[in-house]
């Protein structure tokens, strides 16, 4: 199974959101990545759950990272 796209998103404060497209329906589901964990589990209003996978988190993490140092934040 290939991993579900995701996408990051900062906010003024350099906050970091998840995107994740949900496969059955496309429609974006957003969380603050502080409030994501390993397996946790997204759940769209279409009734489906995108889980996020301990690997997804570090991808996510190390997008984060990329984004600020394109900002030269750090
Ligand atoms: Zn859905």
Not at 19 to 48: I, Y
Request: include cysteine; charge should be negative.
């Amino acid at each position: 199974m290939k991993p579900p796209a995701f996408d990051i998103d900062l906010d003024k404060h350099y906050k970091a959101t998840m995107v994740m497209v949900c496969e059955q329906c496309g429609h974006e589901v957003r969380q603050h990545l502080q409030s994501l964990h390993p397996d946790a589990e997204l759940s769209c209003e279409c009734g489906s759950h995108i889980s996020v996978s301990p690997l997804i988190l570090q991808q996510a993490a190390q997008r984060v990272q990329q984004i600020k140092q394109s900002y030269h934040l750090s």
